[in-house]
């Protein structure tokens, strides 16, 4: 098959990472199916077949893989990228806000994989990318409920990828580091409403300080195409890494992590 008649469906595409690939992918030929719950979004990118969905919606989910198959009869890659970050101190951020993050971060992206799987089995080939993050590895204050979404999503990610190998389908983990985009001030707005008044004030506002001077200043991050430029490599490519590292401050600081240990690395990622 070649790279013209690849059909992509990918999630969390009126924004940032999500976006940037979708019109990479179109650019280089692809039939790109691009979903969000925001579709006038997705209408502003040129040849992207926009499909409303909500991760914490399944049957809007169902909804989306049978218009994709009744459309094409294949899926080809699904890029599973929609996600936030719930910062917030652990002891304040209520349970409910909680579950949601992991509805949207782990459990929607999850169903939406048992959906489209039968059909990449059929077809014996298939690759699903799931966006993790620096944060898959490493963590960060009042981020607990994100890192645990993604910690969860790297052992999960490498367990599916043992699963389906026989089958033809590959998984492949993409770890961005920071990426400009409207991730960091969704994030440190839930931080400030959540830790912005009670015990954790402190830390917070240290935490939303160095987060709004990377996320909001200009130029400090790198490009959401850096992420689409490593997801482009993984969809063309007939045996895609397991892991993609990519994007500001990601290699650092997960070998300060792996190589130099938590309390060095407590050190560095807590603001002063
Ligand atoms: P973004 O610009 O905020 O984009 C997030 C996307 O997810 C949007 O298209 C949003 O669309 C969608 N989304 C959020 N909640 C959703 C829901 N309940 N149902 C359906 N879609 C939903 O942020 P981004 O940086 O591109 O984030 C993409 C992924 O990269 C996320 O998984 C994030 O955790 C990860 N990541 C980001 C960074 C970074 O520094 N930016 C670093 C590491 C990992 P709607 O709001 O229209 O639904």
Redesign the pocket.
């Known amino acids: 098959m070649t790279n013209i008649q690849k059909v992509v469906l990918i ?8 976006k940037a690939t979708a019109e990479k992918l179109l650019e280089e030929g692809y039939i790109v199916y691009g979903s ?3 579709t006038e ?1 997705l209408e502003s990118i040129k040849g992207i077949r926009a499909l409303k ?4 919606d399944y049957a809007s989910l169902e909804k989306a893989v049978e218009k994709v198959i009744h459309e094409q009869n294949r899926i080809d890659v699904l890029f599973n ?5 719930q910062y917030g101190s652990v002891e304040e951020t209520p349970i409910e806000d909680a579950k949601y993050q992991f509805d ?2 782990l459990f929607g992206l999850a169903r939406l994989t048992q959906l489209v799987l039968p059909h990449m089995r059929k077809q014996k080939s298939g690759t699903i990318i799931n ?1 993790s ?3 898959g590895k490493i963590y960060t204050p009042l981020g607990a409920w994100y890192h645990a979404t993604k910690h969860a999503l790297e052992g999960w990610s490498d367990c599916l990828r043992l699963e389906v190998k026989s089958f033809g389908i590959d998984v492949v983990i993409i770890e ?4 400009q ?4 001030s ?1 994030a440190i707005k839930k931080m400030m409403s959540i830790s912005g008044s009670g015990p954790y004030k402190k830390l917070m506002k240290a935490s939303a300080e160095r987060m709004k001077s990377t996320y909001e200043g200009q130029g400090s ?1 790198s490009p ?1 195409s850096v992420i689409a430029d490593v997801v482009s490599k993984a969809v063309a490519s007939p045996r895609p890494k397991t892991r993609y590292v990519a994007g500001k401050y990601a290699k650092q600081l997960m070998f300060i992590r792996k190589y130099l240990g938590d309390r060095i690395f407590d050190r560095v990622i807590t603001p002063k």
Not at 11 to 16: E, K, L, V, Y
Not at 176 to 179: E, N, S
Not at 181 to 184: A, F
């Open positions: 999630t969390g595409a009126s924004s940032g990472i999500g969000a719950r925001k979004e969905l909500d991760m914490t990228n929609a996600g936030y970050g949207v971060n966006t993050s620096m944060g961005p580091g920071g990426i985009t409207s991730w960091g969704i991050l959401p």
